[in-house]
């Protein structure tokens, strides 16, 4: 009993020094550290694929950008390869945006990509044929998305085609797959912040 409580202890001493390190970290970032979030939390992004019922959300992070609302955080999940269960994770940086209106913007797949490059691809396209090569858009509103996906906002996203872009109403999010990295999000909010200076100034008031 002594040896079982010894590791509890030194568990605990062990998560809270791991806690008190994001913490850290979260202040050199000028961002506040939450732990985990609650199921009030998840609800409020279930309108990410990257956030299905019964997702645990871990590493919560609160802020401002620019003086805007902004919450990052990593959401994982269980899924059924057939033989084994696999947790998937995905990082969420999200900040506070006009209503502008729905409009997701996400790589294609290699099926997809392969298509457009044997005919025309499907879906809005813009100016520049490698963005329509690479990325699929879906938006609610055509002239919007035009507006804001200038020669400059598609060079910028073609920089990383990793990122999954999703506006709602409201929101803003910026998707990355994989577990949330400490050691990245400073160069992750500075893309969010790139974002924001190419955003014309127009579609500030939306």
Known sequence: MLGVAMWVVI????????TA????????L????????????????SFLAAVPRGASIRHVYEGSL????????????MVSTGQAMVQISHTIYTVEAPAWPATQIAARNW??????????????????????????????????????????????MLSKTSVKWRITPGRLCMIYNGALNVDRMEASLQRLQRFWELVPTELEAW
């Open 66 to 77: 620019d003086g805007r609302p902004i919450e990052v955080f990593q959401s994982s999940y």
């Open 30 to 45: 000028g961002l506040t550290y939450k732990g985990k979030g609650d199921k009030e939390f998840r609800a409020r992004f």
């Open 21 to 28: 390190s994001r913490e850290l970290d979260a202040q050199e």
């Open 111 to 156: 099926f997809g990509r392969l298509l457009g490059k044997l005919r025309r691809p499907s879906g809005l396209e813009l100016d520049d044929p490698e963005f329509n090569r690479l990325f699929r858009l879906k938006t609610d509103d055509e002239d919007f998305a035009i507006a804001l996906l200038s020669p400059d906002m598609q060079a910028f």
């Open 11 to 18: 568990f605990r001493r062990g998560k809270d020094s791991k």
